[in-house]
């Protein structure tokens, strides 16, 4: 498995701001994921992060509103641009691990509850 | 479209009952199904996990059920205890070009009463 810490563990944002949220793993994975959990609902995947590479967004997110760095192979971030109340929810991270049962097995981060006034 | 349809929304069972949360898919090329367990304000935490080439998958009091031919598997809790109150997810592994992304179920929330 893996330890995976993210910053911060919340916030209350003013509408029209931006948010960055850090996520920092224990050991050096090649992909980290983000999604995002909506109050009370499942998990919706945002984009998948490769070191070294542009991230992969999912439809219905978009690079100018969820940029994403990855400068390493222990670290990304989430920034949420220009926020609106929409956007209040949970923000986790995830990292894929290999070489377990599956080779594709992912362990997520405590999250970031975002709250935008 | 939602590709992992999962069953029932909530659920409440008694101390030392059996819980049971049901999971369909449509994609065929799901290669991989983990179950995620999350308590509030906490993180999915991977619970047990099953490949579609094997019918059964237990580990402690957790049982992963799957039938391919009806694309279909659950979770069985088996002497369910109140500490096993939370949220579970089933999900759906897609592999892509190098790594692979999880489709979650909407969630199941299990009350385990005393």
């Known amino acids: 498995s893996a330890v995976i810490s993210q910053k911060p563990s919340r916030d209350i944002c003013q509408r029209g701001t931006s948010l960055t949220i850090q996520c920092q793993v224990d050991?050096?994975?090649?992909?980290m994921f983000w999604y995002r959990q909506q109050p009370g609902q499942s998990l919706t995947l945002i984009a998948t992060?490769?070191?070294?590479?542009?991230?992969?967004?999912e439809s219905g997110f978009v690079i100018d509103k969820f940029p994403i760095s990855r400068p390493n192979l222990t670290f990304s971030t989430l920034t949420v641009s220009n926020m609106s109340p929409e956007d209040s929810s949970i923000y986790l991270c995830?990292?894929?691990?290999?070489?377990?049962?599956?080779?594709?097995?992912?362990?997520f981060g405590p999250g970031t509850r975002l709250t935008v006034l | 479209q939602q590709q992992v349809k999962q069953s029932p929304q909530s659920l409440i069972v008694q101390k030392g009952g059996i819980s049971i949360i049901n999971c369909a898919y449509e994609?065929?090329?799901?290669?991989?199904f983990p179950w995620y367990q999350q308590f509030p304000g906490k993180g999915p935490a991977l619970l047990i996990a099953?490949?579609?080439?094997?019918s059964e998958k237990k580990e402690g009091r957790f049982t992963i059920s799957f039938n391919k031919s009806a694309k279909q598997f659950s979770l069985h809790i088996m002497d369910s205890q109140p500490g096993d109150s939370a949220t579970y997810f089933c999900?759906?592994?897609?592999?892509?070009?190098?790594?692979?992304?999880?489709?979650f179920g909407k969630g199941t929330m299990l009350l385990v009463s005393p």
């Open positions: 995830s990292v894929e691990i290999r070489g377990g049962y599956s080779s594709n097995e992912q362990f």
């Open positions: 050991s050096q994975v090649t992909m």
């Open positions: 992060a490769n070191q070294g590479s542009e991230a992969t967004y």
């Open positions: 994609n065929t090329a799901f290669d991989y």
């Open positions: 099953i490949r579609p080439d094997v």
């Open positions: 999900a759906a592994s897609l592999p892509s070009s190098g790594y692979s992304t999880l489709t």
